[in-house]
């Protein structure tokens, strides 16, 4: 049999150039954006102290008696193959929130990590000027939001966007009101890089943040005992992220209600789960009982408004229903973070002609060439909506300041523009329009017409009462939930742990 000896076709040829470039690109990252671990610096893995996620649907859950809960578990040193005994910490995963948030491989949770990851998320070194940080813009104690219509950044500059929470961030399917990050660690790369978040004037921002943080000592320490390496933008991105994947809420008087009815229907063995108003009730009186965050949530007033339990869990049985139906809110709230995690244009930023400018083209910019969809031209993510009144003002803009005005930009149908998401539209109205245009008959005139086709865009009108708007608002204020643990929002505390 001949040998041949192998030939490069000219396909692989043009290759040499593309890859030679690849190489290039990795060297210059390798230092300042990623290192090899030297795993002999890290902390030992008898010392290491993983964090574990515990949801309800784990018989354990219910016996933990806290959100951050420290135990201790037998594990193999994959080292040395040695049995060692280390301590472990548990979170307890909130009621409602049956999944635990999706953890990747490549960074595991540690309490080391997260130690790390908070103190880069509330100090300032990650700015140009010292004077911004992760927590300026999603600060714990604004719903991890602001509170401001759109944020500043560094040099009092205003950012051009509501800055979105972190609350149960970690469920996102995608991160920005754009989606334009695929994860919390890529999310954490990106203010730094922005002129007008927190770097500006450097050719390569992270290179002069790693550099600040290669001049801290404390910093060096911790990024060496975590990672086995000096500290670099990847580092950086996975250890802010494992802190934001703790900031989970839930608990909600809501969900509590929901616990009550699966719990009387196993009880009653009837199989029909579903909420009635004596669910929320119960719920009610235990909140009253306890003179729980809730009562205060819904406006109520501990010892006045005990004798009203009855007629406040009926209003929030019809806001449930309103939600679930003729408010259509589930068509693109659902789930257990009450987000589908996709984008829809409602026409926020249209100007009253239905204009919407290049900047508020929304996930449509992010969309790759040979992947433009025009129906997302304008569409935007849709938030959560646990904690919202904490997280006001609203919409990616932060032009709607209360939840009543909210409610009343939906019953109103959003604002007319050409790519109205149809969840947002009178199809049927659009189509009679059509019929009667085509048959020569009289059309509306106001309604609006886009493009070389005339394309009517008609958006569907409510028509909620006075009463459902209250009774839909008072819903969502039961989807609040109970405050966040200390160590998670305050920002001077921390564990204690080896390093």
């Known amino acids: 049999m001949m040998h041949r000896t192998p030939t490069l076709t000219l396909a692989c040829l043009s290759l040499i150039p593309l890859l030679a470039a ?59 193959g040695e049995k060692v005994q280390r301590r472990v910490v548990k979170i307890k995963v909130p009621l409602g929130l049956t999944q635990a948030p999706p953890v990747p491989a490549e960074n595991p949770m540690t309490v080391q990590k997260w130690i790390l990851g908070k103190k880069l998320y509330y100090d300032p070194i990650l700015s140009t000027d010292n004077s911004v940080s992760c927590a300026s813009c999603h600060d714990p104690s604004k719903g991890f939001a602001d509170a401001r219509k759109t944020s500043v950044g560094i040099n009092g500059q205003l950012g051009p966007i509501n800055a979105p929470t972190v609350f149960n961030a970690a469920y996102n399917k995608l991160q920005f009101w754009d989606g334009r990050a695929a994860s919390l660690e890529d999310q954490a790369q990106g203010p730094v890089g922005n002129p007008l978040e927190m770097f500006a004037g450097k050719a390569d921002p992270w290179d002069e943040a790693v550099a ?10 911790m990024f060496k005992a975590v990672f086995g390496t000096l500290p670099t933008r990847d580092a950086a991105a996975k250890a802010i992220a494992t802190y934001e994947r703790t900031v989970l809420l839930g608990n909600s008087l809501h969900d509590r209600a929901e616990a009550r009815m699966r719990q009387r229907v196993i009880e009653e063995e009837s199989g029909k789960f579903e909420l009635t108003a004596a669910d929320y009730a119960a719920a009610l009186k235990e909140e009253f009982a306890r003179k729980g965050p ?4 819904l406006g109520l007033d ?12 009926q209003r929030l049985l019809h806001g449930r229903n309103l939600f679930f139906n003729k408010a259509r809110c589930a068509n693109c709230h659902s789930g257990e973070t009450f987000s589908d995690g996709e984008f829809h244009n409602l026409g926020v930023g249209a100007d009253s002609q239905g204009n919407l400018p290049p900047s508020e083209a929304g996930r449509f910019a992010r969309l790759l060439l040979g992947h433009k969809n025009p129906q997302l031209y304008g569409a935007f ?17 932060g032009t709607e300041k209360t939840l009543e005005e909210v409610i009343d930009f939906y019953d109103r149908g959003g604002n007319v523009n050409p790519f109205l998401s149809e969840k947002m539209r009178d199809t049927a109205a659009e189509l009679a329009y059509l019929k009667a245009r085509a048959a020569g008959a009289a059309v509306d005139p106001q309604v609006k017409t886009f493009g070389p086709a005339r394309r009517p865009v008609i958006p569907l009108q409510l028509r909620l009462t006075p009463q459902e708007k209250a009774d839909l608002v008072l819903f969502l204020k039961a989807l609040n939930g109970d405050p966040l643990d200390p160590l998670i929002a305050d920002p001077n505390r921390f564990p204690q742990v080896k390093w």
Not at 382 to 395: C, E, F, I, Q, V
């Open 22 to 80: 690849h190489s290039r690109v990795w060297s210059q990252e390798k230092d300042t954006y990623y290192q090899h671990p030297d795993e002999t610096a890290m902390t030992p893995f008898r010392d290491q102290v993983p964090i574990v996620f515990v949801t309800q649907n784990q018989p354990e859950w219910k016996a933990l008696p806290q959100f951050w809960n420290e135990a201790t578990e037998e594990a193999v040193d994959p080292l040395s």
């Open 212 to 221: 600040r943080l290669r001049a801290n000592p404390e910093y060096v320490r």
């Open 381 to 397: 993510k849709t938030p959560g909506l646990r904690g919202l009144l904490h997280t006001a003002p609203y919409m990616h803009t």
């Open 302 to 313: 501990p010892d006045k408004d005990a004798g009203r339990i009855g007629e406040i869990a």
């Open 294 to 297: 809730a009562l205060k949530d």
